[in-house]
Each structure stands twice: as structure tokens, then as C-alpha cells.
């Protein structure tokens, strides 16, 4: 038993030993290829992935390019097909391909993809938000690897790759959070001959890399709440349409766009949007919840704008004529299995897709325009799904040079409260065909149309879209020389109280700096969700404010920003000039905050709100929490059991922070809304409870209390 012992221990120090004398790189340089990094400070936000690209199916759904990020379900990617190849190419087993192909998926890592290095810095460590001594943000540290405070995005993420080529793609992703510029990510990709075929930093190919092609295919969903609606595989983009711009961007190369025409058509970009469902019976551009209130819930226009490309690895001047190919692309893709040399053939058909002829349907032109008058629905056209189509090349890299191309991915369209506003108004023509309204254009023109109404103003998202391309340019222009909005207070402490919710906050670092004007707090009522108001403007100096102004049961969400006076915002020329503010989503709470009423001092004073409780009446008791019942004055540990008027035990509350309020969202253990019904509420008192100023004894343990009260549904 001992022998085996000695063996075993031996097996584990071998290769321990081994790694003790390899170089220091060699050992730390690997990086898991799954490994993710979100960026969560903008209206944009993404998870980006080791490997080099990024597949969004989480094995339950599409998830990634979250915008509007301030609400659920906005996720609009689906995949990211990413190849890049050359011609001529010896490996380091001496093979010769006459073509060499390299995917960057999962599947390659460790076999023709090498991750070694996957970082996010940020420009400050982000505020503590504490909501009744819960630090809601501090999970957020695990997402950053290093601060740089002279860094000028608010995150970059550093993602290295050798491949087997001998080709390193470094891959910075760039994100802002100041309020003109937070719907896009810059991704600035440098493809280097480092001649590195692996893990460690070992030089092992000294070639030209020749012809060198580089593709994307990226594949969007433009909305997954819409998705709902919408029906029929869009959850994978299958009806998505896909559209571009500048085919006359050499004409304008180089022209800068002001603030008096900040939408130019000129810009190359291609990007997508939800089309119709040839399933559907009725009009599901913008994905109306027809079912329910009627607002649009896939307004999302997405998509990538083209900000630089050098022509070669000796000029670094951008290529007007690149890329050489910007339009739509079917699903499907060539497979090369496992890189052997018996994968030459599909090696050869991968090269020929990378150079711009397609495998299936695609086209270097606008897909919308080509199709849109025969039908509505692009699934009909490529089966799967398409995608925006970029194909850049050929170049010439010779050992120790480089190409970089500079990217804007974006998403943006009608705001959450047009898109509501604009859906109501067609779900209640929808719902009257009488109704032929008159219906406002976005041009203030009018129609009598519902449908042609919602399209339109779904349709300003291509010119939103530009608009933020637009704004993408002209910060890349100025190498990133935005002008920045004052850092947020450091610590956000916010406490429920019995009157009233105290906000306390740090000085903002920035308070010193000229032009400081103060700080912001809006609330949100019910769900975080929901649109905020701003409910206090104090100035420099001040770190306290109290909201007296809650009401007793409501949930309050809140976030405080620091804001300027515009005085170092005053060019208008990467955005609109005026005042700044630091990015909501620092300081936003995820938890809510509302009143705490000291406990009951009697059974006889427990009260059931609202009683009768009446659907019809739902937005006027809690709003913004529909379902929401409330149990007041009760005692401050107590268990509280609902159970049908015939004595079924449905839903048991144990009531354990102390206060005289418990909250009930009608929802049953088994995760069911209650029907309409008469219920019984039991209050049994857990632990023996006194005055904390006389030491009246108020409740024994054990002591209970029945309350019946009506749901009407």
C-alpha cells in the first residue's frame, strides 16, 4: 500500500517539477478559451469571450449585445463566424497548404487557436452601491483584472490569440460609458506575424503570410423580447434583414461629420433589423406585444460600422477600398473538421468564401432593397438566417509586420418610451378596425394606416444606427478624445427608514475639477426597469438626501450621477455639446428600498392591503408591482400562511427582518398566480417579542391571527 502511495505522489511531482523549469510565460501564458469578461457601463452591454469571438447560445438562449441594457430580454446576438486564411502556407510540421484557414470558434482552441491573454482594465474601480448594508455591486469586481486611471475608454478589454499560422490577433474592445457615446464597443483587431504557433511566446515560423484574407459573418436577432412576439426561429435571427451603407466611401474619406449633419450615409456599415414572419397573419415589424399592451419590443437596428483598415503592413494610412466586400450572408459556412491534410479540399472552399464567393446565398449589396418588394420575410430567401457579411484582403504580412482594422458593433432605434408609446397607439387600432386614425408619421406627416404608422417610426432606427456609427468615427478621429463626464461617487449607501429612505453618498473624485456642478438621484417606482425621475439636484459639497416622498409597500430603485456644466463640452465635435453626466449604470440599486414600519404591537392590528384586491385596479395600488399584496402591522418574526378558502396550503411567508410589513406577490409555492377566490392568511408569532424602550412583553411565541381577504382576477 505504501509502494503505491510513493508511485502515486511520484506521478503528481514529475510533471509539477517539469513546470519549474520552463520559462515563467510558458506556464502562465494559456488562457481557458471559454473564458468570458462582460461590460456592463453603457446602454450597450456584452460579454466577450477568450478564444477571440463569440457564440451567444448560453444553453438556454441567445445572450449578449444587451441594448436598451437597462431592461430584461434586450439580448440581439446570436453568433459571431469569424476566419481568417492565406495562401502558400508551410506549418510547422512542414506541410504545404496551398491554402490555410483558421476559424475562431471553441472547437479550435488548443488545436489551431491559442488564448494567452483575456484582461479587462478599467479606468476606476467601480462605486459600492449598498441598499440596507447589501453591497449590490461587488460581484462587479470579479470582471476586472487591472485599473488603469489614465486609460481613456472606461473599460478596455485585451484579448491575444496565437494561432497555428503564426499569426497573433490581438483584440481591444473599447467601451465608454459618457451618455453620447455608450451604444457602441470599438474593437480594434491587429493581425500580427509573430510566427508564435502556441501557447508559449516561441518563435517556430519566419514566413510571409501571403494573400491573407480576413471575414466576418455575424449573425443578430435584433431584440429577444421581440423574438416572443415575433415568432417562428427569430430567436436565431431567422427573419432578420440586413441592409448597408457606403459604397461611396471613398468620395468622403477622410470628411469629418459635425453636429449640423451628424447622419451620413456615406459611413461603410452594415447592420440588421426583425423582419416580417410569413407565418403571421399580421404585421410583426417592430414586434408588437399584440396580446398585451402593444408596445414595440424589437426595435433594435444592429450592426457594424468599419472606422479604419491600413493597406498594408508597411502602410498604415486607412484603405477607402476596404472592405472589399460589405453585404449579407446566408447561415450556413464551410466545415475544415480537424486541419489535417486530408482537409485540403474543404480548405480550399473556406479560402474561396474568405476571398467573397459564397457558400450558399450572399450578396456584396443591400439585401432589404433587393427583396423587401417581393416579400417580407428573408427566411423564405437564405433558411437558416442571414448575417452582416465583412470581407477585407488580400494582404501581404511579412514576419514582425501587422494589419489592423478598427470596428464599431452598435445597436440602437426607438427609445423604450416611443417604442410604448408608438405600440399602444397600434395595438388599440389593431385591436378597432374602425380605428383608421389619423396616424403621425415620423416626418409629421399623417396616414390612415396602422401598420405602414408603427413601420415607419420602427424604420428611424437605420438613421439612429448611423447616428451612432457617426459618433463611433468621430471618436476613433480623435483617438478616443471624448470629452468625459465627472466619475461617480465612490460609495452610494442607501437606507430604508420608517418615514422616510436616506441617501448618503462619498464626494465624487471629481468634485475638484472646474466645471463640477453636483449630483442627480432618480427613482424608479416598483421594478428597476421602469423610467426613473429625478427627484433631487444638489450641489458640490453635499453627500445627503433624504426621500420623503415614498410611500409605505412601494419599492424604490434609485441611482445617482455626478454631472458638469458642459464647460469642457463645448466643441461638438465627437458629440452634443452641454452639460455631462457619469453613466447611470454605476450606481444604479438592483434591490429595492422602501419603507420600514416598525412592527405591530398587537394581533388585532394586522391589516391586509389591498382587501379586496381587483385586477382592474392593479396599477393603482403598488405600481409598477401589479400582483402585489401587503400585510401591515404585522409581527416582526412571524410565519405567515395563505391558504385557500377550502384549506389548501398554497404559499408559506417567513417574516424574519423585524419591520411591520411583508409583501405577497400572489404568486403559490409551485410558482402559480392565484385565481380569483377567497384566502385565509394565518399569523403565527415565532419567537417571544418585547418593547425595545419599556420591555413590555408585546407577542409569546405561538401566539396567531387569521385574516380572510378577496383576490378578484
Known sequence: MQKNKKKTLSLFL??????????????????????????????????????????????????????????????????????????????????????YAIHSTAGYVGNSIFPVKHD????????AVIVDGVNVTAHHLQQIDDYDPDQIPDRILTNVVNTSMGLTVTRRILAFSQQYHDSYHIVEYTFENTGKTGYSDDVVLQQTLKDLYVTFRVEYSCGREGTWHIGHRQSWGHHTWYTKRGEDYPEHAGQPITEDNPIVDWLRAGFGWAGQNA????????????????????????????????????????DPYQPFLLGWHRGDYV????MSPSTEPQMEQLYKMLMGEPYGVGGNYRMDEA?????????????????????????????????????????????????????????????????????????????????????????????????VFGRAYRSYQKGYNISQPPMPPPVYDITSGGDRIMHEWAPSPSEGEPGFAGYRIYRGVGRRDTTYQKIAEVGPGVTRFEDTDARR???????????????????????????????????????????????????????????????RARHLQYPGEPDKIMFLNVPGQCVIRIYTERGDLIETIEHTDGSGDATWQSITSSRQIVVSGVYIAHFTVTEDQYDSATGELLYRAGDSAFRKFVVIR
Request: glycine content about 12%.
Open 335 to 338: 466545415s475544415i473538421g480537424d
Open 553 to 615: 409597500g412601494v419599492s424604490y430603485f434609485y441611482y445617482i450621477t455626478a454631472y458638469n456644466d458642459g464647460s469642457n463640452n463645448t466643441s461638438g465635435e465627437t458629440n452634443p455639446t452641454g452639460e455631462l453626466e457619469s453613466g447611470r449604470f454605476y450606481t444604479r440599486t438592483t434591490e429595492p428600498a422602501f419603507l420600514q414600519r416598525e412592527a405591530g404591537r398587537s394581533l388585532d392590528d394586522i391589516r391586509v392591503v389591498p382587501n379586496p384586491y381587483n385586477i
Open 14 to 99: 514529475i510533471p509539477l517539477l517539469a513546470m519549474l523549469y520552463l520559462p515563467w510565460e510558458y506556464v502562465t501564458a494559456q488562457v481557458e478559451g471559454t473564458r468570458t469578461r462582460h461590460i456592463r457601463i453603457g446602454e450597450l452591454q456584452n460579454h466577450y469571450t477568450a478564444y477571440g469571438s463569440e457564440r451567444a447560445w448560453n444553453n438556454n438562449y441567445y445572450e449578449g449585445l444587451q441594448w436598451p441594457a437597462w431592461y430584461p430580454y434586450q439580448d440581439n446576438a446570436v453568433i459571431e463566424r469569424f476566419w481568417f486564411g492565406v495562401r502558400d502556407f508551410v506549418d510547422a510540421n512542414g506541410h504545404n497548404w496551398g491554402t
Open 279 to 318: 407565418a403571421n397573419s399580421w404585421d410583426n415589424i417592430g414586434g408588437p406585444d399584440r396580446t398585451g399592451d402593444g408596445g414595440l419590443r424589437s426595435v433594435q437596428h444592429v450592426g457594424r460600422g468599419v472606422l479604419h483598415v491600413d493597406k498594408s503592413g508597411k502602410d498604415k494610412t486607412n
Open 120 to 127: 479587462q482594465t478599467a479606468k476606476f474601480e467601480p462605486p
Open 371 to 467: 427583396y423587401m418588394d417581393q416579400h417580407l420575410d428573408p427566411g423564405q430567401t437564405v433558411g437558416g438566417g442571414a448575417a452582416v457579411w465583412l470581407a477585407f484582403g488580400p494582404f501581404t504580412v511579412d514576419f514582425g509586420e501587422n494589419i489592423t482594422i478598427v470596428l464599431a458593433e452598435a445597436v440602437n432605434g426607438l427609445d423604450r418610451q416611443k417604442a410604448d408609446e408608438i405600440g399602444r397607439r397600434w395595438k388599440r387600432a389593431f385591436d378597432d378596425p374602425s380605428d383608421t386614425g389619423p396616424f403621425t408619421l415620423p416626418d409629421g406627416s399623417t396616414t390612415n394606416d396602422k401598420d405602414e404608422f408603427k413601420n415607419e417610426w420602427v424604420y428611424t432606427g437605420k438613421d439612429s444606427i448611423m447616428q
